[in-house]
Nanobody, 123 residues
Framework: QVQLVESGGGLVQAGDSLRLSCAAS????????VGWFRQAPGKERDFVAT????????FNTDSVKGRFTISRDNAKNTVYLQMNSLKPEDTAVYYC????????????????WGQGTQVTVSS
């Protein structure tokens, strides 16, 4: 069992940066791939990025490439999402999730989820 807690969200202006953290407890997160997802009001939960146990990284769409960076510090049992040049369309609740399937973009591949952290970007 892995417990995940996200932090670092907030209200920022367009062009600002935020770093989200996903702190794990219970089993070590180094045994799992970790993904970030986001969900805007009235929309489905969308994949943002994932990082494998070895540190491989993927992104979902061009909308975050070059702006978002996922990383992990296994010694701290924490995964990060650095978000730069934020846009109003990045506004959503951001969730981290852990699972045994590497490089998956599907929420169904992740077994453990955090409670989410709100990111609001004003124009």
């Amino acid at each position: 069992q892995v417990q995940l807690v996200e932090s670092g969200g907030g209200l920022v202006q367009a062009g600002d940066s935020l770093r989200l953290s996903c702190a794990a407890s219970g089993r070590t997160v180094s045994n799992y791939a970790v993904g970030w997802f986001r969900q805007a009001p009235g929309k489905e939960r969308d994949f943002v990025a994932t990082i494998s146990t070895s540190g491989g990284i993927t992104f979902n769409t061009d909308s975050v490439k070059g702006r978002f960076t996922i990383s992990r510090d296994n010694a701290k049992n924490t995964v990060y999402l650095q978000m730069n040049s934020l846009k109003p369309e990045d506004t959503a609740v951001y969730y981290c999730a852990a699972g045994g399937v590497q490089y998956s973009r599907s929420p169904r591949a992740y077994d453990y989820w955090g409670q989410g952290t709100q990111v609001t970007v004003s124009s």
